[in-house]
């Protein structure tokens, strides 16, 4: 199956959706008539050319009631923005469409087709959140130091495109329910908050049409995926990021919980920064050049006072322990560079063990 060739993009051949895509869609797809339709055939591309991703979505479409592709992309943390702008600000977002798909960068994109503007974070972005926050989690939660620092391995590997994106056909893991409900609770303050930044782009009017290129967003199986992208740049950058916080008015408790987003997302970036550092000395961004996670964390922080009722403890633990992976994951690929550089899986620990479970096998359990 991963040896079939896909048509190139832009050529119809139902063959290639009807395994994840409804009857309604596919007629959408096969024939965009607006912004939605467009979003769609982008996503349905992307998947029917990546087979990992197409058994994500079979294994969906079996088990959901009312199922549809368009469904399994979650728009609420670009929702949680809106609903908190003033009636100016969303009246203005009504010109943009956004929502995920999977593309290479875990910054979010904000592009145009058809004169229609559309605003993407990374579907694999809640992903590496998660390993992330495994890996950076309190010590009062017992997690072992080499699961933790599995867990930092298998965050880096998703950054760089070499994990497999079929984590709810073979978890890596068995995680604790506890300790899945708060890392799964922080990934949706730092979604909410990215979410903002890139709603913020289109608000403070970063968009100007005359600065686009056309990029590579996804190193597809069988082809390349490109958009015209917005470029933007570093003072705008910032802005955004204290757009995010200061546009939408959001209750003391909702500020706190989306400020800790902040906090925690630019730690993992910072994270995955020292890393790319040693990978990719002197490289350069593709096609904008973003501030460094600390420059932007300690505008933030000049910017806002840091709330009140905000675990600063449990915080400063994370970042700590954070910096430290960072400087062991650096060396270990120095010293065992073929383990982040395969395809294909790697896992919390070794198969019939408390944080593992049994060896699932390709093909026969999934």
Excluded at 53 to 73: A, G, Q, T
Excluded at 138 to 158: C, E, G, L
Aim: with cysteine; proline share 4%.
């Amino acid at each position: 199956m991963s040896d079939i060739n896909i048509p190139q993009h832009g050529k119809w051949d139902p063959v290639w959706f009807m395994s994840f895509c409804t009857e309604e869609e596919l007629k959408r797809i096969k024939n965009p008539k607006n912004a939605k339709d467009i979003l769609l055939r982008k996503r349905a591309d992307i998947v029917a050319d990546n087979v990992r991703y197409m058994r994500v979505f079979i294994k969906r479409r079996d088990l959901i009631p009312n199922y549809s592709f368009e469904k399994c992309f979650s728009n609420i943390h670009y929702e949680k923005v809106i609903r908190n702008l003033d009636f100016r600000d969303k009246e203005s977002v009504k010109k943009i469409t956004y929502g995920d798909i999977f593309e290479n960068d875990v910054n979010g994109i904000a592009w145009i087709e058809n004169g229609n503007r559309f605003i993407s974070m990374n579907e694999s972005l809640k992903y590496f959140l998660y390993f992330c926050g495994l890996a950076f989690i309190s010590d009062t939660y017992k997690v072992p130091d080499y699961i933790r620092i599995n867990s930092a391995k298998i965050a880096t590997r998703i950054y760089y495109h070499n994990e497999s994106i079929d984590f709810e056909l073979d978890p890596r893991g068995i995680i604790p329910a506890d300790i899945h409900r708060d890392i799964m609770c922080a990934i949706n303050k730092e979604l909410q908050f990215i979410a903002g930044h890139e709603i913020a782009h289109h608000l403070c009017n970063h968009l100007n049409e005359n600065k686009v290129s056309k990029i590579n967003i996804l190193h597809g199986i069988n082809q390349d995926f490109e958009l015209p992208v917005f470029n933007i740049d570093q003072k705008q950058e910032f802005e955004a990021d204290i757009s995010s916080l200061r546009k939408p008015h959001y209750s003391k408790k909702e500020f706190r919980n989306v400020f800790e987003g902040s906090v925690r997302w630019f730690h993992a970036l910072a994270f995955i920064e020292k890393i790319d550092e040693v990978l990719n000395p002197g490289k350069e961004s593709r096609y904008q050049t973003h501030p460094s996670a600390n420059q932007r964390l300690k505008r933030i922080i000049k910017e806002f006072d840091v709330p009140s009722n905000l675990n600063t403890e449990n915080l400063h633990e994370s970042i700590n322990w954070a910096s430290s992976l960072s400087e062991y994951i650096s060396k270990d690929i120095e010293l065992n560079y073929d383990n982040y550089d395969f395809y294909g899986s790697v896992y919390l620990d070794k198969p019939n063990t408390k944080w593992r479970g049994r060896e699932l096998i390709d093909r026969k359990d999934y």
